[in-house]
């Protein structure tokens, strides 16, 4: 945390609509490498709305438009690269964990297929080396070919992890990945986390302060739309500038 | 139990195939002596043609359901428009499609004068109306055609609609944030999950066509003194049709993929 970071995603005036409801406003803040950039916010401030900007899912969404930019690596998201290489470089996990139809090799090996990877031994290589990184290969090493039903959420999330991982982008999007999970799992995906940030750039939303405290490196408060505070997460935690980062900070907010 | 199901089902529709058969051999003996130029498998031949306009009509249909879905915004007026049209189209009962057709084009069609003529007296199903007589009267047969499609067509517009809106949302979005581009969603996933219920409304947008146009057999059959009491090859065929196919959709229908994985 010390070392001088650079950034690589920086969002630049933004704001976003849908319809006629603005939902973001006036947001800039700077995203840097190999950290974990916390989100944090009550329910319904625009955080979900806001990560999904960064891999583009939001084009699906109708009535939704925006002003201001979005730079990855200096470029713009949305006018200089197409959804499919953005989403290829920035991955995402879901809070939901939402595995396809078919096994857990399947599962994980399914970007390299659609990538068109069709050798088996590829294949099985890329399925190993990131059920490892997510320290699920124990577990599902004798179940490779049975379909995921068995695994626990947890298990399940991981999992998705390990799929998110198979598409070797630059930054993953955590979006609460750990809304449905028991403490214990939360606590496997929260560690899997920190180990990410050594190869990985992680932006990380959640409504949970505490696992904010305790994961990210740099966090922003998001409350009504607005970016209320944005800096390293232990002076937002032990000094906030402002009164409504205090409060929620606090406990007496959100 | 699907499979014990089909198997009974089966059971049931070789016996009525035998009577179905013995029906048609007595139905084309009485016919034959007026008709010698055409003397085999007219219901066949009807079945066929129903089959291949049907096929036509459903293919269409689910291409069209599928670009509205997919490629046209909820916003879109074209999308709207349409959308509006299939539901008024598909709330029409489809006995009065067949009764439509009747009343509607059976003046232009010359079918009352052709019955005039002693030797057309054997003609007696109307769906010479959809077939018997297409051959002689091609208005007549795009009439049938037509009203075919406006009934096949909005009913399984809908249901490929409602299949397709069916599919969860996280599940295209994961694919998508895979890095999967718009075709590779479509043929991995929204297509076998939705199939099942896409072909099981085909199946009941067939079963409503062939009822309808086995009541307007029906009717045309009994209306006539002649031959009134006998119940015509044609008329069983199609009402037999009908039946399988809801019955065929009906299981389709119980089989949800999406709602029965639990790891969604």
Known sequence: ?254 | MQSIALVVLGAVFVPVWHVLQKLYVSEVQVSSAARVSEPLSRPIGDLYFFLSISFLAIVFAVICAFYLEEWLRETNWVRRFIESLVGILSSVPSLLYGLLAIAIFLPYSGVFRTIEVPMAAENSDTVSLKTGTFQEDTTLFYIAVLTFIFLVMPRTIKTTQEALGAVPVPIREAAYALGANQWQVLMKHVVPLSFPRILAGACRAMSCALAAAALVVGICVWSRPAQSGQVSGRFMLFLGGALLLSILSSFLAERHPFVSTQYT
């Open chain 1, 1 to 254: 945390m010390t070392a001088k970071k650079q950034s690589i995603l920086s969002v630049r005036d933004l704001n976003i609509w849908y319809g006629d409801r603005q939902i973001l406003g006036a947001l800039s803040f700077e995203v840097q490498q190999k950290q974990v950039t916390a989100l944090m916010g009550p329910a319904n401030c625009g955080k979900s709305t806001l990560i999904r900007c960064f891999n583009r899912l939001n084009d699906f969404t109708p009535n939704f438009r925006f002003t201001g930019e979005i730079l990855f690596k200096g470029n713009s998201l949305y006018a200089a690269q197409d959804a499919i290489t953005v989403r290829k470089r920035i991955g995402m996990v879901f809070r939901r964990p939402t595995l396809f139809r078919g096994s857990i090799h399947e599962n994980v090996a399914y970007a390299a297929r659609i990538s068109n990877v069709s050798r088996t031994s590829e294949l099985n290589a890329i399925v190993e080396k990131n059920l490892r990184r997510t320290g699920l290969w124990n577990e599902v090493e004798g179940i490779l070919d049975e379909t995921p039903a068995q695994l626990s959420t947890g298990q399940r999330q991981l999992l998705c992890v390990a799929r998110a991982l198979t598409v070797e982008p630059e930054v993953l999007i955590f979006d609460e990945p750990c809304g449905e999970l028991d403490p214990i799992e939360t606590v496997k995906i929260e560690t899997l986390m920190r180990e990410l940030t050594n190869d990985y750039t992680l932006i990380f939303a959640t409504n949970k302060r505490r696992q904010a405290a305790r994961v990210s490196d740099v966090a922003g408060f998001l409350y009504g739309g607005e970016l209320i505070e944005f800096g390293a997460t232990e002076r937002i935690f032990t000094n906030p500038q402002d009164s409504r980062t205090e409060q929620y900070v606090a406990g007496r907010m959100g």
